[in-house]
């Protein structure tokens, strides 16, 4: 028989009321095997009293034979009937009983049944239940530990301050100049395609100054922190996680929140404002560029205009949202970090949410802003 042959089974009749299932061919995943199904399509046509298993004609075999004797004896149990497995090779008779040993999971074939349409909107109301619980708990941590931070009683390190202020400020400069740069000279040349048309080229400088120091400075620094410092607070504060250091800093009685999150929190309140005051400067240096180089306009000319219509509303307007900002980036990439699951691919995951929520907050921020500020008239 060739070793390539497809694995077959036959029923034989014995005298004494004994079902003979005889097994040959080559046995393997590769192949087309027959379905323990035939079996019980058998036990139907005869009702014998005991079934003997005969392997002797099998050339070779793989663990699909495993679930074909395993799917045979649960048949041969649901009609009462007796087994007998001499006929089988002795490892692959012990295989089986090994098998038949650990029960399977009460459920497991369930768990892929797809739940109902009310089933799942339940479980997403209740998830979005916990999320909302675990952020005001987070929240209302956060408070305490500000609350002590100006008691004094706050226990951190001040090199950990010093250093996150240095990330979240020092060595953001660069990417906050480029993008703020060129927010300027898009918001320039938008303006600069219209009110030429009326010859009041003059007034984009009003334009990329109000724009910048009421809104695009303080959104576009905050957009640009929450995907690099937002992240990078998540996934360091996953890792601790996954390495269990937040777990001894509570077995050391030390507070995780008051000495990782209280941190970087007072480092982004310190350094977004700053950052934003700058980028604002920055994309004002853009429109001049694109003033000066597009429509000719006078260096002294357009910054006098830009001078002139600033009014210190509109500047702590723009650094109260950055500041604002900051503790929503905050908030969200230390929430996410100490919510990281256990592995490496959920420090990641942790990450990204943290961006994807800290983004969002932000915008649901700046709509607010608007609105409130246009009731005070601002």
Not at 11 to 24: C, G, K, N, P
Not at 34 to 56: G, H, I, M, N, Y
Not at 132 to 160: C, M, P
Not at 304 to 324: C, D, M, P, Q
Request: charged content about 15%; aromatic content about 6%.
């Amino acid at each position: 028989m060739r070793q390539d042959e497809q694995g077959e089974v036959s029923f034989e009749q014995a005298s004494d009321a004994t079902l003979v299932v005889r097994l040959s061919g080559s046995w393997c995943l590769r192949n087309d095997m027959p379905a323990a199904a035939l079996l019980a399509e058998q036990l139907k046509a005869v009702t014998p009293k005991r079934v003997l298993f005969d392997s002797s004609p099998i050339t070779n075999w793989d663990s699909s034979l495993i679930a074909f004797l395993t799917q045979s004896s649960e048949i041969c149990r649901a009609h009462g009937i007796k087994q007998d497995r001499g006929g089988l090779q002795d490892g692959l008779r012990h295989l089986v009983e090994l098998a038949e040993a650990v029960p399977e999971k009460t459920g497991a074939r369930s768990a892929s049944v797809r739940p109902s349409f009310l089933t799942r909107v339940g479980n997403a109301t209740i998830g979005y239940g916990h999320a909302v619980g675990e952020f005001l708990s987070f929240l209302g941590e956060l408070s305490v530990a500000l609350a002590r931070f100006l008691r004094g009683k706050a226990r951190y390190r001040r090199v950990d301050l010093l250093e996150a202020i240095q990330q979240c400020g020092a060595e953001a400069v660069g990417i906050v100049s480029l993008i703020a740069f060129l927010i300027g000279v898009i918001l320039a040349f938008m303006g600069a395609v219209q009110l030429s048309q009326f010859g009041a080229s003059i007034y984009v400088a009003d334009l990329v100054g109000i724009g910048m120091v009421r809104d695009m400075g303080a959104m576009m620094t905050a957009i640009i922190m929450s995907g690099r410092t937002g992240a990078a607070f998540a996934a360091k504060l996953g890792t601790m996680k996954v390495t269990q250091e937040t777990d001894a800093l509570t077995t050391m009685g030390i507070s995780p929140l008051e000495f990782l999150v209280l941190p970087r929190v007072l480092a982004l309140i310190i350094m977004m404002p700053l950052l934003c005051l700058f980028a604002d400067l920055i994309g004002i240096f853009g429109g001049l560029f694109v003033g000066v180089s597009m429509l000719g306009l006078a260096p002294g000319s357009y910054m006098r205009e830009t001078i002139s219509t600033l009014t210190l509303t509109n500047l702590f307007g723009g650094l109260l949202k950055a500041t604002t900002y900051g503790v929503l980036i905050a908030i969200a990439g230390c929430l996410r970090g100490f919510q990281c699951g256990n592995s490496s691919s959920a420090v990641g995951d942790a990450a990204t949410q943290a961006v994807v929520m800290s983004i969002v907050m932000v915008v649901v921020a700046c709509g607010l802003f608007a609105v409130v500020f246009n009731i005070l008239g601002i």
